[in-house]
């Protein structure tokens, strides 16, 4: 899965706003409304957007093999072991679970 497929299904599950290119039909960005400001939806990258994805799902994060790799699951077993990248593997947990959900 691509880093913008996992972000589009990321997007879906926290309900954020995308914007669409008017002609060629592709989404532009990921954004979302913070009071009064816009701000860039980007969990993989962002460690706060990444957390609220874990509040907001109900995740479980466990450290695997001396803490070298992250593993993150749901209560249906959505587990994603990934290297070093929290974020990441959050994400492909959240992507998997939208896409077990289709």
């Known amino acids: 899965m691509t880093d913008l497929e996992i972000t589009r299904l990321c997007a879906e599950a926290m309900g954020v706003t995308y914007e669409v290119h008017p002609i060629r039909g ?3 960005r990921y954004w979302f409304m913070d009071g009064n ?3 860039e939806f980007n969990p993989l990258y962002n460690d706060a957007q990444a957390m609220a994805l874990v509040k907001q799902m ?6 695997e093999h001396e803490g070298l790799n992250w593993a993150v699951s749901d209560k249906s077993d959505h ?3 990934n290297d ?4 990441r593997a959050i994400c492909e947990c959240v992507a998997k679970m939208q ?4």
């Open 79 to 81: 587990e994603i072991v």
């Open 58 to 63: 109900q995740l479980f994060i466990m450290p």
């Open 37 to 39: 400001t816009e701000r």
């Open 26 to 28: 592709k989404i532009l």
């Open 84 to 87: 070093d990248d929290l974020n």
């Open 99 to 102: 896409t077990a959900k289709k």
